[in-house]
C-alpha cells in the first residue's frame, strides 16, 4: 500500500481494471496506456486521494468518468483518450483544479462541453476531439490564464468561434475543424491580433483571414 508509482503501459495487459487498485492510497502515478484493458473506470478509482496522474489512454475502456471524480484533488494530469467512454462530460472534472493537462479525445462523450471548465485555473491542455459533443464552444475557455492549447476538432459543435478567444492571454494552438461551426474572421478581428499562431477551421464553413489559420475542407 506504500506504492508511488505504477506504470505497466505499453504491454498486452487485457481484462478490467481491478477495484483492488484502490487499496494503493499512496499512489500518485498510475499509467496504464497502451494495453487492452477493457470494461469500465471502477468507481473505487476515486479513493486514490494521492492520485497526480491518471493516463490509461488507448485501452478498450467503456462506461462513464465517476461523477465523484473531484475526489482525485491533487490529480494535474487526466487522459482517457483513446477509449469508447461515453455519456456526458462530468461537471465535477472542473473542480480539478490543480489539473494541467486533460485529454479525452477519441471517445463517444456527448451533449454539452461544460461551461465550467473554465474554472481549471492551471489547465495548459485541453484536448476533447473527437467526441460527440455538440452546442456552441464555451466562451468561458478563453478566460482560462494558463491554456496554451485547445482542441475541439471532430465534433458536433455549432455557432460561431467566440471572440473572446481573441483575448486568451497564453491560447497559441486552437483546432476547431469538423465542426459545424461558421463565420467570419477578419483580419482586425481580436482573434487575428491574438497569441494564436495556428488556428485550424473548416474553410468551407469559416472565412478566416487571419495568417494564423490553416484549411480543413
Do not use: W
Amino acid at each position: 500500500t506504500f506504492l508511488r508509482e505504477l506504470d505497466l503501459g505499453q504491454n498486452t495487459l487485457n481484462g478490467t481494471l481491478p477495484t483492488q487498485v484502490s487499496n494503493l492510497t499512496k499512489l500518485r502515478i498510475l499509467d496504464l496506456e497502451r494495453n487492452g484493458i477493457s470494461g469500465t473506470l471502477p468507481q473505487q478509482i476515486v479513493n486514490l486521494e494521492q492520485l497526480e496522474s491518471l493516463n490509461l489512454n488507448k485501452n478498450d475502456l467503456v462506461g462513464n468518468i465517476p461523477e465523484d471524480i473531484d475526489k482525485l484533488t491533487f490529480l494535474r494530469e487526466l487522459d482517457l483518450g483513446q477509449n469508447t467512454l461515453n455519456g456526458t462530460l462530468p461537471t465535477q472534472v472542473s473542480n480539478l483544479t490543480n489539473l494541467y493537462n486533460l485529454v479525452l479525445h477519441f471517445n463517444d462523450f456527448s451533449s454539452l462541453i461544460p461551461s465550467e471548465l473554465g474554472n481549471l485555473r492551471n489547465i495548459e491542455n485541453i484536448d476533447l476531439g473527437d467526441n460527440e459533443f455538440e452546442g456552441s464552444i464555451p466562451s468561458e475557455l478563453a478566460s482560462l490564464p494558463q491554456l496554451a492549447s485547445l482542441r475541439l476538432a471532430g465534433n458536433r459543435l455549432t455557432s460561431t468561434i467566440p471572440g473572446e478567444f481573441g483575448m486568451a492571454p497564453k491560447l497559441s494552438f486552437l483546432e476547431v475543424n469538423n465542426n459545424l461551426l461558421s463565420g467570419t474572421i477578419n483580419t482586425d478581428s481580436d482573434i487575428c491580433t491574438s497569441e494564436i499562431d495556428r488556428l485550424i477551421v473548416d474553410c468551407g464553413r469559416i472565412d478566416c483571414e487571419c495568417p494564423s489559420c490553416s484549411c480543413s475542407a
